[in-house]
């Protein structure tokens, strides 16, 4: 049964990676303007990340330290929102996770649990939001202990690096069988092309995964023909830095 994440949207998805940013006009990843700018070029998913501050605030934000975009190295989890929030003024605000659903009620949000402190907020927070909302993590872990806080309400999800590398071992020795255990209670695959040398995107996976009613989603891809030759492939989505490009590209 597919998950109302997926249902009454256009497809191929876009998901606009960290929101629209734009550098060169003083809007970060992530940030508020970042989410709004993809709102307002019609995307219907935004990816984002999720850590927690050292009040206990989920906020909207990538790296585990400030460093790379405001210029300070203490990580999230010791700064305060206050403190996060005036860093982030002239960078396009920054968003807490309850502001983001609350403010942006259309945009169905792929939300990545980056910190193991944030995972049981997140769940609560998305837990009534649940039709609009996807949990993964790098760390199937962190995804179950959202997903688990968020019960009853059953957002879709994506599965962690392990189970995708035992999905991906599965797919290579033909374990249809083993691939599909895997995939249960999954809604997408959110994958790379490669890791390393390693081929992840393949079509046998993507035929597994249809067959299976799950779809896949590949990361992070900005190069507009490569789009196009994804979606041929029978791609679902595509996680992009270039939202408005990739939606004039794919779906207009």
């Known amino acids: 049964m597919t998950h109302p994440y997926l249902l009454g949207a256009t497809h191929p998805r ?10 060169q006009d003083g809007v970060a990843e992530n940030s508020f303007a970042a989410i709004a700018a993809a709102h307002a070029a019609g995307a219907e998913y935004v990816e984002s990340d999720c850590h927690v501050t050292s009040d206990g605030h989920v906020v909207l934000f990538h790296d585990d330290t400030l460093a790379r975009v405001t210029g300070d190295p203490r ?4 700064i ?19 502001q983001a659903l609350d403010m942006f009620p259309d945009i169905r949000f792929n939300l990545d649990v980056k910190a193991e402190a944030a995972a049981e907020q997140v769940g609560r927070l998305v837990a009534g939001h649940a039709g609009r909302v996807l949990l993964t993590s790098f760390s199937d872990d962190h995804r179950r202990r959202a997903l688990t806080a968020a019960s009853p309400a059953l957002p ?4 962690g690096a392990r189970t995708l590398t035992r999905l991906v071992v599965a797919v290579a020795l033909g374990s249809r069988p083993w691939a599909r255990r895997l995939m ?7 994958i790379p ?18 067959n299976a009613g799950v779809e896949v989603h590949v990361w992070t891809v900005n190069d507009i023909s490569r789009m196009r030759e994804l979606v041929e492939m029978g791609v679902d989505g595509i996680v992009t830095d270039r939202a408005d490009a990739a939606l004039e590209a794919l779906t207009r």
């Open 156 to 159: 879709a999800t994506s599965p």
């Open 193 to 210: 092309e490669r890791q390393g040398r390693i081929r992840v995107l393949t079509p046998r996976l993507i035929r597994w995964a249809h």
């Open 80 to 98: 305060t929102l206050r403190e996060l929030a005036q860093q982030m003024e002239e960078l396009g605000g920054i968003a807490t996770l309850g």
């Open 75 to 78: 990580a999230v989890a010791d």
């Open 14 to 23: 876009v998901l606009a990676h960290r929101g629209l940013a734009a550098p």
């Open 184 to 190: 249960r209670g999954v809604d997408a695959l959110q």
